[in-house]
């Protein structure tokens, strides 16, 4: 992390500064201090997981870094390989091969949960500004959701999935915006707050905190305080035409009868919600992913943009973790243990950060390309595992 020499000033969020943080730059393992041959392992397991008639995804998109160099750029199989999906045979129905859209490593994901990192950012930063208090109570921002106020649960309890609120709301099954919004008023706690049970209600109550707060819609502040600033073009809520198919989303096994989804957003409650939304919507790119790991690593800084000041982007990072999950082994294999930081997405998305060795790990995949399966996250811990073995 860079230091402040007498008489520097910290970069200015959005803005430019006489201190600049490095930039990613393309390298090789070596000059990232990483073994070749272990992520030339990686390489080759993560197009294994794209093969053969049941692959876990139909594509993958792999990037690896350390400091500011990428060491991997990876893409492998495909952005859309199926038509639809056959209940019937339990198998997707195929595209011909000139139809399917091979995988670049520039094609868009819907991030899912991922998108929930944004919000705790944006948080963060209203925190920092001191316009929100991190253990105010939610009701003296929404004094009309009742339900979290009434059981005086707090913005820290929303950032650690402590708040109590059951895991979802079905949205999808209300008429029109102003009953899904009164649901959200009316809801209560169905555990006891201060009790973690992971929740996409959390991430939608402080997207309300931070639109009211502000007076700014939560796409116009993803924006402007995090992709703008730190160049990150290809992220954004949908629609997004050209992204990594997802769903042949039907019931039964889906909560709406959509058909096959590409550039809309697969959760079913964040599209009911107009595609925008505190935990689920934006789409992204493995390399604007690695300049967002890269800019937190940093300290909250990337280039002349700074997005946060180092402490409160520790304070991101400090067990419980603030929107991030921490030191998980089931997703981040052998780079859990020494304060690693990252989240899952449902589609088959997922990133790692190691602050301890300033390395990180994005795996994005359409792993719901034809339907969703049972979740295995076994393929990302390895990945993980793999990336830890490589730090020399």
């Not at 595609?275 to 992913?289: C, I, M, P, Q, Y």
């Not at 301890?356 to 993980?384: G, I, Y």
Request: a negative charge; glycine letters at 12%.
């Amino acid at each position: 992390m860079p230091t402040l020499e007498e008489g520097e000033r910290p970069p200015e969020r959005g803005g430019s500064s006489q201190l600049s943080a490095p930039r990613l730059r393309d390298g090789t393992p070596e000059r990232a201090g990483l073994d070749p041959a272990e992520l030339r392992h990686l390489v080759r397991e993560v197009h294994v997981l794209t093969t053969g008639q049941r692959p876990w995804a139909p594509g993958a998109v792999l990037v690896v870094g350390r400091g500011p160099v990428i060491a991997v750029e990876e893409a492998a199989g495909w952005a859309v390989r199926y038509a639809s999906y056959d209940p019937d045979t339990d198998a997707g129905v195929e595209l011909p091969p000139e139809d399917r859209v091979p995988m670049t490593v520039g094609t868009p994901f819907d991030l899912a949960s991922l998108t929930k990192l944004f919000t705790s950012v944006a948080a963060v930063q209203q925190i920092e500004r001191g316009t929100l208090g991190i253990d105010a109570k939610v009701g003296a921002y929404l004094p009309d959701f009742t339900g979290a106020a009434r059981h005086g649960i707090t913005v820290r309890q929303l950032l650690t999935h402590t708040s109590g609120l059951r895991p979802e709301l079905p949205l999808y099954d209300y008429a029109d915006d102003a009953q899904r919004l009164a649901a959200l008023q009316a809801e209560s706690p169905v555990g006891a707050p201060g009790t973690y049970g992971y929740s996409d209600l959390n991430m939608l109550l402080l997207q309300h905190v931070l639109e009211r707060l502000t007076g700014r819609t939560f796409d116009v502040l993803v924006h402007d305080g995090i992709t703008r600033p730190l160049g990150m073009t290809s992220t954004d809520f949908g629609p997004c035409p050209e992204a990594a198919a997802t769903e042949d989303q039907r019931r039964p096994w889906a909560k709406a009868d959509r058909g096959m989804l590409r550039g809309e957003v697969h959760d079913e409650n964040a599209w009911a919600l107009g595609g925008v939304a505190g935990h689920a919507g934006l789409f992204s790119t493995g390399r604007d992913l690695a300049v967002f790991c890269r800019t937190l690593l940093a300290g909250g800084s990337y280039g002349p943009a700074r997005i946060l000041g180092p402490d409160f982007v520790e304070l991101l990072f400090t067990p419980p973790g603030l929107g991030f999950a921490l030191d998980q082994p089931w997703f981040m294999g052998d780079l859990a243990g020494r304060g690693a930081a990252g989240h899952t997405g449902f589609t088959g998305t997922s990133l790692v950060l190691d602050p301890a060795t300033d390395t990180f790990l994005v795996l994005l995949t359409n792993a719901v390309h034809p339907r969703r399966r049972r979740p295995d996250s076994a393929p990302r811990a390895a990945a993980a595992s793999r990336v830890a073995r490589a730090v020399r």
